[in-house]
């Protein structure tokens, strides 16, 4: 089963990667100099992936839908702004969806007692799948694998799910400085792997 | 654990923990603040952005609404560069190419439909209302107001902008349709019009800038824009 979801036309899909990664590149200075048709090629591009992010971390569709529609305003507005040093168009996206989707749980006062977190310690096969869909996701998903499990899981329900230190530690019981000790070696491995 | 060699630079620790979102409002605004004068600290940030950005994909995609654009089209504030030309009609816009047919056939029917309705007394009672306003501005400038007879009437409550050789397009978003309807094209003054689809909260209505001759097969720039609220 798992071969099989993983099973996908990489060749192909990583040469989409790439174009699109290219036409994001040349899309965000036309918004700049005002191109509304601009704004619309990023959106159809972009705003599945982005919705779906913001749905996971909101777990509410109507606020994952107010989350983007701030965030293509804020790229329309700051896509002058966009600086490729600080990140490449991917990742800013990336980037302003969660932190908008995390502003917009945290101000709702998320109540922690009424999460409830993924049960596996691994995604589904469909979710490892798109991740492995490009280059540097598999070399992502080959590092993390290489992680034990706990840290893991830790950085993924800190990255996908938009939880604290805080959280994690109430969600998996442990020591608050334990989380963050584990963490902070999980992330000092997965660099290490992902610049060998 | 994974032994020796796993203690690291503390900024790119920092760097990692504000990607990943652990840190607290307070502590985050504080590496912000720190990462536009220290360089090595911004580029740790940047380099965790792109290594962890494919996780994102963990997530599965789902498809905005059909309204979301329009959310956003009409609430773009203006254009930080002046723009050279209007919008130009065909673009990349895949919901318009796909609506062209059944717009343009719209269009035609909407002619007759302005030209048919009979100034008639209104109908018994009001089934929804929305208050238009221009992008970016609070003030209701249109009041358009569903009746029960399955017609709408559209009030200015200010004088309509009007440019040379342009005409006003009236448009509605049913949630049963891919794409905005047009319903005919409004006279400056107001008018009626059959809406032939049942009232519902938070249908997307809008007055667009059109040609001055020819079907429209795609909404003109938003002069004007509301969502109905159901009243009976």
């Known amino acids: 089963m798992p071969a099989a979801a993983l099973a996908v036309p990489r060749g192909d899909v990583d040469t989409e990667w790439d174009d699109n990664a290219a036409e994001l590149s040349a899309l965000?200075?036309?918004?700049?100099?005002?191109?509304?048709?601009?704004?619309?090629?990023?959106?159809?591009?972009?705003?599945?992936?982005?919705?779906?992010?913001?749905?996971?971390?909101?777990?509410?569709?109507?606020?994952?839908?107010?989350?983007?529609?701030d965030v293509f305003l804020h790229v329309w507005q700051q896509a002058g702004r966009y600086d490729p040093a600080r990140g490449t168009p991917r990742a800013w996206l990336t980037t302003l969806t969660r932190y908008r989707a995390l502003d917009v749980v945290r101000r709702a006062g998320r109540e922690i007692s009424t999460w409830d977190p993924p049960d596996a310690a691994d995604e589904s096969p469909d979710a490892v799948a798109r991740l492995v869909a490009s280059a540097e996701g598999r070399a992502l998903e080959h590092c993390l694998s290489a992680l034990d499990a706990q840290r893991r899981r830790m950085i993924r329900l800190a990255?996908?799910?938009?939880?604290?230190?805080?959280?994690?530690?109430?969600?998996?019981?442990?020591?608050?400085?334990?989380?963050?000790?584990?963490?902070?070696?999980g992330l000092a491995a997965l660099k290490r792997c992902l610049e060998q | 654990m994974s032994g020796a060699g796993e203690t690291e630079d503390p900024r790119d620790t920092l760097a990692g923990e504000y990607v990943l979102g652990l840190l607290d409002e307070a502590a985050a605004r504080d590496v912000e603040r720190r990462a536009t004068t220290d360089a090595p600290l911004a580029a740790a940030i940047a380099a965790w952005r792109n290594r962890l950005d494919p996780l994102a994909d963990l997530a599965p995609p789902v498809p905005p609404s059909d309204v979301l654009w329009h959310r956003i089209a009409a609430n773009l504030p203006a254009a930080p560069a002046p723009a050279p030309a209007p919008p130009p009609a065909a673009g990349n816009n895949g919901w318009r190419l796909v609506a062209i047919a059944s717009l343009a056939v719209a269009a035609c029917l909407a002619v007759f439909i302005w030209r048919d309705l009979p100034a008639a007394p209104p109908a018994p009672w009001a089934r929804g209302v929305a208050l238009l306003s221009a992008p970016g501005s609070v003030q209701a400038a249109i009041r358009v107001q569903a009746l029960s007879d399955g017609t709408m009437t559209i009030v200015p409550l200010e004088k309509l902008p009007?440019?040379?050789?342009?005409?006003?397009?009236?448009?509605?978003?049913?949630?049963?349709?891919?794409?905005?309807?047009?319903?005919?094209?409004?006279?400056?003054?107001?008018?009626?019009?059959?809406?032939?689809?049942?009232?519902?909260?938070?249908?997307?209505?809008?007055?667009?800038?059109?040609?001055?001759?020819?079907?429209?097969?795609?909404?003109?720039?938003?002069?004007?824009?509301?969502?109905?609220?159901?009243?009976?």
Request: proline content about 11%.
């Open chain 2, 162 to 232: 009007l440019p040379d050789g342009r005409r006003l397009g009236f448009w509605a978003w049913p949630r049963s349709e891919k794409a905005p309807v047009l319903l005919g094209m409004l006279p400056p003054d107001g008018g009626q019009v059959r809406y032939p689809f049942p009232v519902q909260d938070a249908t997307p209505v809008m007055v667009t800038s059109e040609p001055g001759a020819g079907p429209v097969a795609a909404p003109g720039p938003t002069l004007f824009l509301g969502l109905m609220a159901v009243t009976s």
């Open chain 1, 159 to 185: 990255f996908i799910d938009g939880r604290t230190h805080a959280e994690i530690a109430s969600t998996l019981d442990m020591p608050l400085g334990t989380v963050k000790s584990t963490i902070r070696r």
């Open chain 1, 28 to 69: 965000l200075p036309r918004c700049a100099a005002g191109d509304h048709a601009a704004l619309r090629r990023i959106y159809d591009l972009q705003a599945p992936r982005l919705k779906g992010l913001a749905h996971r971390i909101t777990g509410s569709p109507m606020l994952a839908e107010d989350v983007l529609h």
